[in-house]
């Protein structure tokens, strides 16, 4: 049995491949094409020796450090995206176009010279062999209460894999639409998943290879926006690699998937004219590379197609990031992930959430999580270990207050209230979570003497708040993310998106009853101070000690 399935061979799935098998773990890949990248897809240029990206083709550094790391860590060269703050403007079929300065498109936004698959290439280069598997369509998720059993369609076969523990790195929507998880998950869950688009899974793209960058010796910087009604390709680039030999454009066309497809034949010719009409060169190009992604059908599902949005989601349903079936079941991939959803970012945002809630299912399983201290140690190990213990159980929370947030904001809908909804019922979800602190923090040992409380305060009181300033953060995130991709919510538009002064608000809510038990958490630990101070003082005990 494998210690851990990954299902989906884009950088999500890559990345989190190579680094549980740092960790020594049992991996497998599985992948339904015949190509690990996914939306990754790097071409030879025809006629040069460079690379033509016809997937994702840029990162930002200054936003975006996991991709940044990772590029460093790889030893890739990048360079900057060409844009010089120019570009041109062609709004009338029957004209040239404009040419508009002083706005800058990509700022900051740099490319690798030899194609986006680098990535993919450099990662994979040292796996096994047999930790890849392709042409595996998933097909069903069998959960087996201590492990889960993967269905793949391979060609005529139908091949069963029994996992510990499994990762899905791959779009919500295909997932919700392909795949029969038994038994089903929650309802929440489905509709996360079904309601979140995959970023540009119903675009195509072309790249167009010169023997020369004629738009450069014009004093043009490659950039180009065409809005017509008979528009072909809306938005164009510099695709140049940095060699002056390895010249390209490259452009997302402008045409629905239905219009694409019926102008397949003639689509190529269409293409290259605008191309000519846009930069007024009669230069033919030496190649050209399209690809249309509604009609990969391991990225577009059926709803992408016919409901494409151009519009990138700054959120996602934090219903995506929750594991699922006690922690053998995780969502990954890109659309899943908190920040940069869709982009490379977000990929490896999800590659590293996902790795860490695996090793914590993992300790779990192998009992290794910190426990309550034994009696009889020293009274530092005995309260590293309680603060361990309690930081663990802070941690665990995040979805068990998101949980009830959830609960209670049902109920006040079904109440039929309309005012400070989410002010509500995040403020007694917190307040339910500091109240179960206390509780666990009244059953865990500490040897503290009384001499080491200061002004009436404990010292290990700091150990005590610092887990919540991480938990309060992710909560806060995970409403502001539900609430803006609720349906439910949307009929009221101060709590579908808040304000920043209800946010503000609700903050100054959360920090006072936050303060409140903390005080109430500093009380119980002085008074557990006392009580041993009065302890070592009884003449039981100095009976016994002498």
């Not at 939306?39 to 006629?47: E, M, P």
């Not at 119903?202 to 528009?231: L, M, P």
């Not at 009609?295 to 519009?311: G, I, K, V």
Request: with cysteine; glycine share 8%.
């Amino acid at each position: 049995m494998l210690d851990t399935a990954i299902v989906g061979g884009g950088l999500c799935g890559v990345a989190l491949a190579r680094n549980l098998l740092r960790q020594g773990r049992a991996v497998a890949l599985f992948e339904a094409r015949q190509r690990l990248g996914g939306r990754i897809l790097s071409v030879a240029r025809a006629g040069s020796a460079g690379a033509a990206d016809l997937g994702p083709c840029w990162f930002w550094p200054d936003m975006q450090p996991l991709i940044k790391n990772l590029v460093a860590e790889l030893g890739l060269a990048s360079i900057a995206q060409r844009d010089d703050g120019s570009s041109l403007h062609l709004s009338d079929p029957d004209k040239a176009p404009d040419r508009i300065d002083g706005r800058k498109l990509h700022e900051g936004a740099r490319r690798l010279p030899g194609g986006m698959a680098q990535l993919i290439d450099v990662m994979t280069k040292d796996l096994p062999p047999g930790l890849l598997h392709f042409n595996h369509v998933l097909t069903g998720v069998n959960d087996r209460a201590d492990h889960v059993v993967l269905t793949f369609a391979n060609g005529g076969d139908i091949i069963e894999v029994e996992a510990r523990q499994v990762a899905l790195a791959v779009p919500p929507r295909l997932l919700e639409q392909g795949v029969r998880f038994t038994p089903p998950l929650d309802e929440a869950t489905q509709q996360a998943m079904q309601g979140t688009a995959t970023w540009m899974a119903a675009q195509a793209k072309v790249v167009f290879a010169y023997d020369r960058a004629f738009w450069r010796e014009a004093g043009q910087s490659g950039n180009a926006f065409v809005t017509h009604g008979q528009s072909v390709i809306g938005e164009i680039y510099d695709a140049c690699d940095g060699d002056p030999g390895n010249a390209a454009l490259g452009g997302f066309l402008a045409l629905s998937p239905e219009l694409r497809d019926s102008f397949s034949v003639g689509l190529p010719l269409l293409m290259t004219s605008q191309m000519l009409q846009v930069f007024g060169a009669a230069i033919e190009p030496a190649g050209q590379h399209y690809q249309d992604w509604a009609n990969e059908p391991f990225t577009c599902s059926a709803l992408d197609r016919t409901s494409p949005s151009n519009q990138h989601a700054a959120v996602t349903n934090p219903m995506l990031r929750r594991p699922q079936w006690e922690g053998r079941l995780h969502l990954a991939g890109s659309e899943t992930a908190a920040g940069g959803t869709g982009y490379l970012e977000g990929a490896l945002e999800a590659a590293r959430r996902v790795e860490l809630s695996l090793d914590r299912g993992r300790m779990k399983a192998e009992g290794t999580l910190p426990e309550v201290a034994r009696p009889g140690g020293s009274a530092a190990s005995i309260n590293a270990t309680s603060l361990a213990r309690f930081s663990t159980w802070v941690a665990d929370q995040q979805d068990v207050a998101f949980d009830g947030y959830r609960h209670r904001l049902n109920q006040n809908l079904a109440a039929q209230q309309s005012e400070q909804l989410t002010q509500r019922a995040l403020l007694e979800s917190m307040e339910d979570l500091f109240d179960n602190a206390l509780r666990m923090l009244e059953g865990l040992p500490f040897e503290i003497s009384s001499t080491a409380v200061e002004r009436g305060r404990s010292p290990l009181t700091p150990g005590i708040q610092q887990p919540f300033g991480t938990l309060m953060q992710s909560v806060f995130d995970n409403v502001i993310a539900f609430n803006r991709t609720s349906c439910a919510l949307s009929n009221f538009p101060d709590e579908h998106q808040l304000s920043g002064e209800y946010r503000q608000v609700i903050l100054r809510d959360i920090a006072a009853a936050w303060l409140e038990f903390s005080l109430a958490a500093n009380r119980l630990l002085v008074a557990k101070a006392n009580a041993r101070h009065r302890r070592l003082k009884s003449p039981a005990f100095t009976s016994v000690s002498s």
